[in-house]
């Protein structure tokens, strides 16, 4: 059970710095993929 738990911790400790990484990099999939022709 406290493989489990370490587990977890670490698959959602991983989530949050990579998204908050990316974030900070401006590699959103909305910055990725939005162009001029897409709809406002």
């Known amino acids: ?3 489990f738990i370490a587990g977890t911790l670490a698959a959602v400790l991983i989530a ?3 998204a908050v990484t990316l974030d900070a990099l401006g590699l959103t ?4 993929y939005s162009t001029a022709n ?3």
Not at 29 to 32: A, E, I, L, T
């Open 1 to 3: 059970m406290k493989a």
């Open 29 to 32: 999939s909305q910055s990725m």
């Open 16 to 18: 949050v710095v990579a």
């Open 38 to 40: 897409v709809r406002q």
